[in-house]
T-cell receptor, first 114, second 112 residues
């Protein structure tokens, strides 16, 4: 059982370039999330989705876009990368509920913007 | 807004010792979950233990247990018989109706 996977694991971009991070989960979870983790800090929520075709902003959404065209996939896009977006990005998924069920995380993507 | 505070940036103990990591949180919600996640050098976020707020009984997972004090909004993690593989960053997290909020983390080192 793969759980949550992320592609790619590492990426280096130049300022102004664009890229898309892919997250896939095989647990049939409704909810999916994108976080960033900066050095010495916990995770901060960028965007999330409560179901196929829906997305919502989290704590730090500026400079990012997301799409959830299929239930098992959640894409994070950077249209014009900036050095401030150098970070480690984590995807997570969870079941539904109030509060939402436990989140399970992917292995992370280390992004460097030069 | 919910906040999670871990007051110990770093801790270090000898192998086989018991160590307790502290966490406090602030919320006005009554129904929520609390978690401890472990992040080893591989960066993978690994769920250690979960506590439902409505349960009075403290959660336990093998060598890991929590002391959940709801009135005091305190949620500490106790690691018994610590092992070298327990070396990692540990994050306390709060899940309410809206989102999962993380503390700043505690870097735990287990020395041989």
């Amino acid at each position: 059982n793969a759980g949550v996977t992320q592609t790619p694991k590492f990426r280096v971009l130049k300022t102004g370039q664009s890229m898309t991070l892919l997250c896939a989960q095989d647990m049939n979870h409704e909810y999916m999330y994108w976080y960033r983790q900066d050095p010495g800090m916990g995770l901060r929520l960028i965007h999330y989705s409560v179901g196929e075709g829906t997305t919502a902003k989290g704590e730090v959404p500026d400079g990012y876009n997301v799409s959830r065209l299929k239930k098992q996939n959640f894409l994070l896009g950077l249209e014009s990368a900036a050095p401030s977006q150098t970070s480690v990005y984590f995807c997570a998924s969870s079941g539904t509920g109030n509060p939402p069920d436990t989140q399970y995380f992917g292995p992370g993507t280390r992004l460097t913007v030069l | 807004a919910q906040t999670v505070t871990q007051s110990q940036p770093e801790m270090s103990v000898q192998e086989a010792e018991t160590v307790t990591l502290s966490c406090t949180y602030d919320t006005s919600e009554n129904n929520y979950y609390l978690f401890w996640y472990k992040q080893p050098p591989s960066r993978q976020m690994i769920l250690v233990i979960r506590q439902e707020a409505y349960k009075q009984q403290n959660a336990t997972e093998n060598r890991f247990s929590v002391n959940f004090q709801k009135a005091a909004k305190s949620f500490s993690l106790k690691i018994s018989d610590s092992q070298l593989g327990d070396t990692a960053m540990y994050f306390c997290a709060f899940q309410g109706a809206q989102k999962l909020v993380f503390g700043q983390g505690t870097r735990l080192t287990i020395n041989p």
